[in-house]
């Protein structure tokens, strides 16, 4: 394992690549996002939009927080989108995170208009910037789902 | 019906050390606890009311009420909010206070974070968010980095700017021997410390200590009986801020909602605040705050605390006059308590005096919990002098 401070530093001098060792946890699932997760190992990018006032949610449910209706219809993204927001989280990760480079976390803002947490990943620390357009790529778990990140869409 | 004049708070206690070492978490509340009475003039044979949060072990308040013999109870009430909890839970004594469902009401917050792992309401896989953030891999501070390049790229928030907040909370830190980290910081010091999650520095962040404190609530017909000078409830507001179904704006926080309802109710307006404790858990924290309660434009918050208006005493919104969590104290990495209880040593003139508010009349306190980069709790309370 590499220290994450001294990655953090080497990163941070020598513009190295990110994001190209991340760990990929397997996220718990229930009925309601066992679908979501399933698609996500066919590289699939789904989202929940309401039947009755046609709103986006993410993270996905089966409610729709923007009008309180519970009728949602599963649908599939683009895939791409924008960078609304990230960090390079260079100390204090926690869990399977520990211990390893430093990596980006970040707000993906989809074509389709909402703002999802995940990772920009194979990318070089002077490219990261508010507005990069991004695509989507799934990170196989080994546990039957994949991890929606972005990597630059140029 | 208003809580304004309502309640009092007569009795307030923040344990002295940050590191503890030698004291189980029921204990350390029961100190506290203990420290906030006897400095009310009141014992635990008074107390009808009884508020805690998720750091208080057990099963909420049935364990901790059990722990220190509370046999008098008619209320209690387990709001769990984050590090902003305890500042609801002022506002929701003095609610309980005003409708007459008890008098004596006590707070407590305690925990030992450097003894072991804390007790932590994000880090739960069961929470439905949990798949969807914490499996990339999230952290407290990349929550606020999020925050802050956000607000950055919105607004022009420049690091030093954001340094700047440390810089005045580290000179009111000297004067406090409590203080974790007493030694004055520069700007350069907070830009010359490693970042922790871009655009934050290790300084941009608060401490992490072990400790505790405690609040005690009264009604005005039990503080008319005290010797000790109380003071009074004013205001309250609180309003979540969730993710929005996909919707979130890191450039604003629930203060935007959580602050007018208390102004509003206090009948104060900005120029009325002689002192403010705002919430620091990271620098960008109080200048997306300060902006919300309105103590300036939105996006201004960067130039606002750059003017040195934070500094006391004689800046023009003195805050955080203990270090704050940035400098003294955030134990069990929630610190509403602490931002209530320098907002009654300045209206009690009990400050260090070298950064005293002279004639501090109205204080505000204002507490988040969670994350500006997610969902947060927000409440803010304002506080007057006894007249």
Not at chain 1, 127 to 136: H, S
Not at chain 2, 111 to 121: H, N
Not at chain 2, 140 to 156: K, S, V
Not at chain 2, 217 to 229: G, N, W, Y
Request: charged share 20%; net charge negative; with cysteine.
């Amino acid at each position: 394992m590499t220290d994450a401070t001294n990655a953090g530093a080497a990163s941070a001098e020598g513009g190295a690549r990110i994001g190209s060792d991340l760990p990929a946890p397997a996220p718990a699932q229930n009925p309601e996002t066992a679908g979501f997760w399933k698609a996500t190992t066919e590289g699939r990018l789904l989202f929940t939009r309401c039947d009755s006032c046609s709103e986006p949610t993410w993270y996905p449910r089966e409610f729709c927080p923007h009008c309180g209706t519970l009728d949602v219809t599963w649908e599939e993204a683009a895939g791409t989108g924008t960078v609304y927001s990230f960090t390079i989280v260079r100390r204090g990760a926690l869990g399977p995170y520990a211990g390893g480079s430093p990596y980006v976390l970040a707000y993906v803002e989809l074509d389709e208009g909402v703002r999802m947490m995940t990772n920009i990943v194979e990318i070089d620390e002077a490219e990261l910037r508010i507005g990069l357009p991004v695509r989507a790529v799934f990170h196989d778990t080994g546990d039957g789902s994949a991890l929606p990140r972005f990597e630059p869409a140029a | 019906m208003s809580i304004r004049g309502q309640a009092m708070i007569a009795g307030a206690f923040e344990h002295p050390l940050r590191k503890i070492p030698d004291i189980s978490i029921p204990r350390l509340h029961a100190e506290v606890a203990a420290g906030a009475l006897a400095d009310a003039g009141l014992t635990f044979a008074d107390v009808d009311a009884y508020f805690c949060a998720g750091d208080a072990p057990g099963f909420g308040p049935l364990s901790m009420a059990d722990y220190m013999g509370l046999t008098n109870l008619r209320y209690v009430d387990s709001t769990d909010i984050g590090g902003s909890s305890y500042v609801a839970h002022i506002g929701h004594a003095a609610a309980a206070i005003a409708a007459g469902k008890c008098e004596v009401a006590l707070v407590t917050l305690g925990g030992l974070p450097l003894q072991g792992p804390a007790f932590s309401a994000v880090n739960n896989p069961a929470n439905p968010e949990y798949a969807f953030e914490n499996v990339f891999g999230t952290t407290t501070p990349a929550m606020y980095a999020l925050a802050a390049q956000r607000h950055m790229h919105e607004y022009g928030t420049t690091p030093e700017q954001l340094a700047e907040v440390k810089v005045a909370a580290s000179h009111h830190a000297q004067h406090n021997p409590n203080a974790l980290l007493q030694k004055v910081v520069t700007v350069e010091d907070v830009l010359n410390s490693p970042y922790i999650a871009d655009p934050l520095h290790r300084l941009d962040c608060c401490v992490i200590t072990d400790g505790g404190g405690a609040v005690v609530v009264v009604s005005p017909a039990v503080a008319k009986r005290l010797e000790r000078q109380s003071v009074t409830v004013l205001g309250h507001g609180e309003a979540p801020k969730t993710a929005a179904g996909g919707r979130i704006d890191l450039t604003h926080t629930g203060a935007v909602w959580s602050g007018p309802k208390a102004f509003a109710e206090a009948g104060v307006t900005h120029a009325d605040i002689d002192y403010a404790s705002i919430y620091d858990s990271f620098t960008i924290t109080v200048i997306e705050t300060i902006e919300d309660l309105g103590f300036c434009e939105k996006g201004q918050g960067g130039a606002f605390v750059a003017s040195g208006a934070l500094r006391a005493p004689d800046g023009g919104l003195p805050f955080n006059t203990d270090g704050g969590g940035l400098c003294n104290n955030h134990p069990v990495n929630r610190g509403g308590m602490t931002k209530v209880l320098e907002a009654v040593r300045q209206l009690r003139g009990e400050a260090h005096p070298a950064v005293q508010v002279p004639d501090a009349d109205i204080a505000l306190a204002h507490g988040t919990g969670g994350s500006l980069g997610t969902r947060m709790g927000s409440a803010t309370l304002i506080l007057g002098r006894e007249a």
